[in-house]
């Protein structure tokens, strides 16, 4: 049994840099995330979007920089808050359009829609609207990957409220006891719905109480996509290694509310504009590559333009197209191919 207890390392992302092909791989990544999610939040206020939505807007760098590093057989298993993950770990984004708007040719068939959406041919075994329903889902994965001796790794996200789970706790000594490559990666974003972590996660931060469970533990500034990539390699590394679990603490902003239409009175308009100024992921990562002269503007102006012109169709073709029929209701409903 693995009782390596890492002290915290907070990488400075200086490390190791991203190349141009790399960083500009995150960058379209993180872009698509952001512009897909400000569509859907304009359809949902539109009214054309059925069930709920709680955007990812802030934390778009943490999915892009661990999706790097992974590959469509590894597995990642992602929370309420899904649509970067999915988008990340390389799921189509006309067909995540349709099945947010609930339509024909949607990624689950309509029926999954914005908490539920899951993409198997791509590793991404689902949102789950549970929370902390993921890090048990993520170290059955896991398991599988241990007993067939491949080197797939098994990523859960999850927020700092999930990181209270007993599911949770489970998950992570399991893990540890089994000595199998799953990564918990908690998005500190400081709010479980309007409850600040600072009042509900009862340890100094979640990295340490990771570490109680005999694991490595990181802790990374979230905002930076090269510290998160940083981090993420070594992690992603230890696991692929045979050595056992990893847990990342990545601490983000949360741009918008809990959910679409949350009116936010737990806090107040200026937090939200501060952090949008001061920690926007996308700019942070943008302005260093141009300063480091990784890429040119031009380069990234070019991907800014395709990303628009893709959510672009990829919302017309979602409005356009039809409901599911009804008969299709009870089919895809279980799966039993994987
Ligand atoms: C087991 C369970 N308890 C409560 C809820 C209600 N709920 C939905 S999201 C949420 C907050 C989650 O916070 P966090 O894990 O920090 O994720 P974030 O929303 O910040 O990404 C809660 C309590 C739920 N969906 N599942």
């Given at each position: 049994m693995s009782t390596e207890t890492n002290s915290l390392l907070e990488p400075k992302s200086t490390e190791q840099l991203l190349d141009a092909e790399k960083f500009l791989q995150a960058y379209r990544a993180m872009r698509t995330i952001r512009s897909f999610e400000d569509r859907i939040s304009e359809q949902f206020m539109k009214g054309n979007i059925p069930g709920f939505l709680h955007l990812y807007s802030g934390q778009e760098a943490v999915a892009a920089g661990i999706c790097l590093l992974l590959d469509d057989n590894d597995y990642v298993i992602s929370t309420h808050r899904g649509h970067g993950h999915c988008i990340a770990k390389g799921a189509d984004v006309g067909a995540m359009m349709k099945e947010i708007m609930a339509?024909?040719?949607?990624?689950c068939d309509g029926k999954g829609g914005s908490m539920h959406i899951a993409d198997f041919d791509k590793g991404m075994l689902g949102a789950n609207?549970?929370?902390?329903?993921g890090p048990p889902i993520i170290v059955g994965a896991a398991l599988s990957a241990k007993t067939l001796g491949t080197d797939r790794v098994g990523v859960a996200f999850g927020g700092d409220g999930s990181s209270n789970q007993g599911t949770t706790f489970e998950a992570m000594n399991l893990a540890v006891v089994l000595k199998l490559p799953a990564i918990f990666l908690?998005?500190?974003?400081?709010?479980?719905e309007g409850t600040h972590a600072s009042y509900a996660v009862g340890s100094r931060d979640i990295a340490s109480r990771a570490q109680g469970f005999g694991m490595p533990a990181y802790q990374v500034d979230g905002t930076d996509l090269f510290a998160v990539y940083e981090t993420c390699r070594k992690a992603v590394e230890h696991c692929r290694a045979g050595k056992g679990p990893v847990t990342i603490e990545a601490n983000v902003p949360r741009f918008k509310g809990h959910f679409e239409g949350d009116p936010q009175a737990y806090r107040g308009e200026q937090e939200v504009e501060k952090l949008m100024k001061d920690q926007d992921c996308l700019a942070i990562a943008r302005a260093r590559a141009l300063k480091e002269k990784i890429v040119k503007a031009k380069d990234l102006d070019r991907v800014d333009q395709e990303v628009a012109e893709l959510i672009e169709q990829a919302t017309e073709a979602a409005l356009a197209a039809p409901a599911p029929d009804d008969s299709e209701l009870l089919k895809n409903v279980y799966s039993s191919a994987y």
């Open positions: 339509k024909q040719g949607g990624l609207a549970i929370v902390g329903g908690f998005e500190n974003n400081g709010y479980g």
